[in-house]
């Protein structure tokens, strides 16, 4: 037998077992659109359970087994995910209930989709009605907006749900089956928890035949580049608050160690109530409820963003990109900056508490070369004012996106 | 089932505490729930949310600062009939307990800091007006329950807000936040040493900061009219339904029981895997599933469906015609057990979500419910009673409803 990548670790805390399923492969626009048309259509229907109700039906039985289908992006990369939460049968001790009748179900619903055109149909209006909802909350137009613009150059890095719609125009039974049919070689891995993790993981074994099991999973290209092309947009809607959008690039790759200094800096200008920006907009201005920073390491980016009154977005962006140059020159307020890693050390700690965390760190370290033996929590305490300054000195604002 | 261990203790003075174990886990939970939310009598709408947000001020700043020195993560919400603040954190658990405490009992309520705060919790409403689904649920409320404090968002009015002032915070505070209506939970992997120290640590803590008492609430029950609305399109097609339920009451002594049952009955009525649903979505007029829920106050409760479709006015008369409907030909028994394991499953799952497990158990202690013995009678529950509880809490239900789509 090929050696595959399938890894069941033991579950001693959690009262339900987790297994996911995940598929590796470029992200461009047509895997984009086509991989919401799967995943979505798995949701309603695969070809064992051919209608909505069936399907429900069979996941009730089953003691309610929460199946999800979607995607998620690396920067280059996109992973088709499949997770199934279960109740441990130990909890249970119904006769009837077992990790073979589980995995028996999801390996259906994640090895059949059903390639049928009312499926299609129903899938397609399910997403553009998605999209329509989505797009009526400003704050999702202005990041739409904001990934559209910065991403202008590659369209296909944009996760652009609308523009990838198009791609479905006129899919057919026949492009959504070889779409389908392509997933059986892509790089593929299974991993999850379980409390008998030998019993899970042999019955993954037998459930699950993909080509695309033995395939390397890991990725040595991830990143997206930023490219320097600095540009400002302003759009008028007539929101009750404008959605004011600052991104920063970053200069080259981002490695590990650098991504936790990302991470820090995003805290420390709008993480928790102490935060750099947190106190000056929201709590001296008053111009804001919410106000939040984040490092998007695989596209190269930090993005500030803010729900603001209307007639105090001048004033705040300033303070954000003031604030941004005295991280640049060194000057950091080194209690904050204390609060904000021990923080982070918690909230690490914290994290190994939900089971889809470890699942997705799990993933991670399958797809993201030297991640399974990086330190994480070292790191952050190895955060010193200068490696913040450093980081800082490799930004450049590269995008201002203002939604009124 | 196995049941994770909850020690209570009740105090003379009307405050209640309980330890939940959770073995195995790191973060450790810490809250105080308030037995008084924002549609509870108050003078100003919006004062309840508003108490929540100033309390962080203390004379020596925002505590939320202190929680963060600490390495915790703290936080508060409000609703109809309840305030929570609270903390999580892996570390320091009697300083954590502390600052709680200080949290919630010692205000600091100025002419300045309360007119700071005005701006902020405007942004808060105009965030949640900016989203179209919002208007739709607030015509929905005002239907059931008019301009009351029930019918109005938790946060008040854009020009409610304007109007408090810190001596109306603090006569609110003075009157409600008393010893009897407050409820400490903690939740996390303690030992029986720690569960010990951390009940001698509240009862000292208790006493320092809260009298005792609890004041009688007398809520009124108020009344809307339930009509058809059509709001202002804003490019969404999202509706909603709401039924006014005179008659309901606890169920075998139990208001969660109730609304489980209530809840089992919209799903058997709209969910996905019901005649009605496929029916809509084979018409193309539903392409997914509506929300279903039910909500109780003191004040007043309701059913609500909520959902997205091109045509919401078909949707809407569909839903009236199958809620006219005998309950007798739609409830079936075998969907009554795959609704049991379902309730099953989500009592499981719920001891995973630490925080979310201490908040609904910190909620059924104020209820006067318990979430295991809710488990137990459920399970025990027959199918023609599950139909006849249904039949009764459903009475002289009224219905209303909006949907968005016309024009500006």
Same mark, same amino acid.
């Given at each position: 037998?090929?050696?595959?990548?399938?890894?069941?670790?033991?579950?001693?805390? &959690?009262?339900?077992?987790?297994?996911?399923?995940?598929?590796?492969?470029?992200?461009?626009?047509?895997?984009?659109?086509?991989?919401?048309?799967?995943?979505?259509?798995?949701?309603? +229907?695969?070809?064992?359970?051919? !209608?909505?109700?069936? *399907?429900?039906?069979?996941?009730?039985?089953?003691?309610?087994?929460?199946?999800?289908?979607?995607?998620?992006? &690396?920067?280059?990369?996109?992973?088709?995910?499949?997770?199934?939460?279960?109740?441990?049968?130990?909890?249970?001790?119904?006769?009837?209930?077992?990790?073979?009748?589980?995995?028996? #179900?999801?390996?259906?619903?994640? *090895?059949?989709?059903? &390639?049928?055109?009312?499926?299609?149909?129903?899938?397609?209006?399910?997403?553009?009605?998605?999209?329509?909802?989505? +797009? !009526?909350?400003?704050?999702?137009?202005?990041?739409?907006?904001?990934?559209?613009?910065?991403?202008?150059?590659?369209?296909?890095?944009?996760?652009?749900?609308?523009?990838?719609?198009?791609?479905?125009?006129?899919?057919?039974?026949?492009?959504?089956?070889?779409?389908?049919?392509?997933?059986? !070689?892509?790089?593929?891995?299974?991993?999850?928890?379980?409390?008998?993790?030998?019993? +899970?993981?042999?019955?993954?074994?037998?459930?699950?035949?993909?080509?695309?099991?033995?395939?390397?999973?890991?990725?040595?290209? #991830?990143?997206?580049?930023?490219?320097?092309?600095?540009?400002?947009?302003?759009?008028?809607?007539?929101?009750?608050?404008?959605?004011?959008?600052?991104?920063?690039?970053?200069?080259?790759? +981002?490695?590990?160690?650098?991504? #936790?200094?990302?991470?820090?800096?995003?805290?420390?200008?709008?993480?928790?109530?102490?935060?750099?920006?947190?106190?000056?907009?929201?709590?001296?201005?008053?111009?804001?409820?919410?106000?939040?920073?984040?490092?998007?390491?695989?596209?190269?980016?930090?993005?500030?963003?803010?729900?603001?009154?209307?007639?105090?977005?001048?004033?705040?962006?300033?303070?954000?990109?003031?604030?941004?140059?005295?991280?640049?020159?060194?000057?950091?307020?080194?209690?904050?900056?204390?609060?904000?890693?021990?923080?982070?050390?918690?909230?690490?700690?914290?994290?190994?508490?939900?089971?889809?965390?470890?699942?997705?760190?799990?993933?991670?370290?399958?797809?993201?070369?030297?991640?399974?033996?990086?330190?994480?929590?070292?790191?952050?305490? *190895?955060?010193?004012?200068?490696?913040?300054?450093? &980081?800082?000195?490799?930004?450049?604002?590269?995008?201002?996106?203002?939604?009124? | 089932?196995?049941?994770?261990?909850?020690?209570?203790? =009740?105090?003379?003075?009307?405050?209640?505490?309980?330890?939940?174990?959770?073995?195995?886990?790191?973060?450790?939970?810490?809250?105080?729930?308030?037995?008084?939310?924002?549609?509870?009598?108050?003078?100003?709408?919006?004062?309840?949310?508003?108490?929540?947000?100033?309390?962080?001020?203390?004379?020596?700043?925002?505590?939320?600062?202190? $929680?963060?020195?600490?390495?915790?993560?703290?936080?508060?919400?409000?609703?109809?009939?309840?305030?929570?603040?609270?903390?999580?954190? /892996?570390?320091?658990?009697?300083?954590?307990?502390?600052?709680?405490?200080?949290?919630?009992?010692?205000?600091?309520?100025?002419?300045?800091?309360?007119?700071?705060?005005?701006?902020?919790?405007?942004?808060?409403?105009?965030?949640?007006?900016?989203?179209?689904?919002?208007?739709?649920?607030?015509?929905?409320?005002?239907? %059931?329950?008019?301009?009351?404090? %029930?019918?109005?968002?938790?946060?008040?009015?854009?020009?409610?807000? /304007?109007?408090?002032?810190?001596?109306?915070?603090?006569?609110?505070?003075?009157?409600?936040?008393?010893?009897?209506?407050?409820? $400490?939970?903690?939740?996390?992997?303690?030992?029986?040493? @720690?569960?010990?120290?951390?009940?001698?640590?509240?009862?000292?803590?208790?006493?320092?900061?809260?009298?005792?008492?609890?004041?009688?609430?007398?809520?009124?029950?108020?009344?809307?009219? %339930?009509?058809?609305?059509?709001?202002?399109?804003?490019?969404?097609?999202? $509706?909603?339904?709401?039924?006014?339920?005179?008659?309901?009451?606890?169920?075998?002594?139990?208001?969660?029981?109730?609304?489980?049952?209530?809840?089992?009955?919209?799903?058997?009525?709209?969910?996905?895997?019901?005649?009605?649903?496929? @029916? @809509?979505?084979? @018409?193309?007029?539903?392409?997914?599933?509506?929300?279903?829920?039910?909500?109780?106050?003191?004040?007043?409760?309701?059913?609500?469906?909520?959902?997205?479709?091109?045509?919401?006015?078909?949707?809407?008369?569909?839903? =009236?015609?199958?809620?006219?409907?005998?309950?007798?030909?739609?409830?079936?028994?075998?969907?009554?057990?795959?609704?049991?394991?379902?309730?099953?499953?989500?009592?499981?799952?719920?001891?995973?979500?630490?925080?979310?497990?201490?908040?609904?158990?910190?909620?059924?202690?104020?209820?006067?419910?318990?979430?295991?013995?809710?488990?137990? =009678?459920?399970?025990?529950?027959?199918?023609?009673?599950?139909?006849?509880?249904?039949?009764?809490?459903?009475?002289?239900?009224?219905?209303?409803?909006?949907? %968005?789509?016309?024009?500006?």
């Amino acid at each position: 037998m090929l050696n595959r990548t399938i890894k069941i670790t033991p579950n001693d805390k &959690f009262s339900t077992a987790a297994v996911g399923c995940f598929l590796r492969l470029p992200l461009t626009r047509h895997n984009l659109a086509y991989a919401n048309l799967l995943t979505r259509s798995q949701l309603n +229907m695969t070809l064992d359970y051919p !209608t909505v109700s069936q *399907q429900q039906r069979e996941l009730a039985q089953q003691y309610d087994l929460n199946f999800d289908a979607g995607i998620q992006l &690396f920067g280059k990369q996109l992973i088709i995910s499949y997770t199934l939460d279960l109740v441990e049968p130990s909890m249970v001790l119904d006769p009837a209930y077992t990790y073979e009748s589980v995995i028996a #179900v999801f390996s259906n619903l994640v *090895q059949h989709p059903y &390639f049928d055109q009312h499926v299609i149909d129903l899938t397609k209006r399910q997403l553009a009605e998605e999209v329509t909802e989505l +797009m !009526t909350e400003p704050e999702n137009v202005a990041y739409q907006q904001f990934f559209d613009h910065w991403y202008q150059a590659m369209p296909d890095y944009a996760d652009n749900l609308p523009a990838a719609l198009a791609e479905l125009e006129n899919a057919t039974p026949a492009s959504f089956s070889k779409f389908g049919e392509s997933l059986q !070689t892509v790089p593929t891995v299974i991993l999850g928890q379980a409390r008998d993790a030998q019993q +899970m993981q042999a019955i993954c074994e037998k459930s699950f035949h993909q080509v695309g099991l033995s395939q390397p999973f890991a990725s040595p290209e #991830v990143t997206i580049p930023a490219e320097s092309a600095y540009q400002t947009q302003v759009e008028v809607k007539h929101y009750l608050q404008s959605q004011l959008l600052l991104g920063y690039g970053y200069h080259g790759k +981002m490695p590990l160690m650098a991504q #936790v200094v990302g991470l820090v800096l995003a805290d420390y200008l709008a993480g928790d109530q102490s935060s750099r920006l947190f106190v000056q907009i929201r709590e001296q201005l008053g111009a804001a409820y919410e106000i939040d920073a984040s490092c998007y390491a695989n596209n190269s980016l930090l993005l500030i963003a803010a729900g603001l009154d209307q007639k105090q977005v001048p004033a705040a962006k300033t303070l954000i990109q003031e604030e941004v140059t005295r991280v640049q020159l060194g000057k950091i307020d080194l209690v904050l900056l204390r609060k904000v890693k021990r923080g982070l050390l918690d909230l690490h700690v914290a994290s190994a508490d939900q089971q889809s965390w470890l699942l997705l760190q799990a993933l991670r370290g399958e797809l993201l070369p030297g991640y399974r033996k990086f330190d994480c929590l070292q790191a952050i305490r *190895q955060v010193t004012p200068a490696k913040l300054k450093a &980081f800082a000195l490799n930004l450049f604002l590269n995008e201002s996106y203002l939604l009124k | 089932m196995i049941v994770p261990q909850v020690i209570k203790r =009740k105090y003379a003075s009307g405050f209640k505490a309980e330890v939940a174990l959770r073995p195995g886990f790191n973060e450790n939970f810490f809250g105080i729930m308030v037995d008084f939310g924002s549609a509870d009598p108050q003078a100003v709408a919006g004062s309840a949310h508003f108490l929540e947000h100033k309390l962080f001020t203390k004379k020596s700043g925002d505590l939320a600062h202190d $929680f963060e020195t600490l390495g915790a993560d703290c936080n508060a919400f409000t609703s109809s009939n309840e305030t929570m603040f609270y903390c999580q954190g /892996s570390t320091h658990t009697p300083k954590l307990i502390e600052l709680l405490f200080k949290l919630v009992g010692e205000p600091y309520f100025t002419t300045e800091n309360v007119k700071h705060e005005v701006p902020i919790i405007q942004q808060e409403l105009a965030m949640y007006q900016d989203d179209p689904q919002w208007w739709v649920n607030d015509a929905l409320k005002r239907q %059931l329950y008019g301009n009351s404090l %029930l019918g109005l968002d938790v946060a008040g009015t854009q020009a409610s807000i /304007s109007q408090i002032t810190a001596a109306q915070l603090a006569q609110v505070y003075a009157s409600q936040y008393v010893a009897g209506h407050l409820n $400490f939970i903690a939740a996390g992997d303690f030992s029986k040493n @720690q569960v010990q120290t951390i009940f001698r640590q509240v009862t000292k803590l208790a006493e320092r900061y809260f009298k005792a008492g609890r004041p009688l609430l007398r809520p009124e029950q108020p009344a809307g009219h %339930l009509r058809h609305q059509t709001l202002t399109n804003r490019g969404s097609n999202y $509706f909603g339904l709401a039924v006014r339920l005179p008659h309901f009451t606890p169920f075998q002594g139990s208001r969660d029981l109730a609304q489980t049952l209530l809840e089992f009955m919209l799903d058997a009525e709209f969910g996905q895997m019901s005649a009605w649903y496929q @029916q @809509q979505q084979s @018409q193309q007029l539903l392409n997914s599933s509506l929300q279903l829920t039910m909500e109780y106050a003191r004040q007043g409760n309701c059913l609500l469906l909520t959902g997205v479709s091109q045509q919401p006015d078909e949707v809407l008369a569909a839903i =009236k015609a199958q809620l006219a409907r005998p309950l007798a030909s739609v409830l079936s028994p075998a969907q009554f057990e795959l609704q049991k394991k379902a309730s099953f499953a989500h009592t499981v799952r719920s001891y995973n979500d630490l925080s979310l497990w201490a908040i609904e158990l910190a909620e059924a202690a104020l209820d006067g419910d318990d979430p295991y013995d809710l488990a137990t =009678k459920l399970d025990a529950l027959s199918f023609s009673e599950y139909q006849a509880a249904c039949e009764q809490l459903m009475q002289a239900a009224k219905i209303g409803s909006a949907a %968005l789509g016309g024009s500006d």
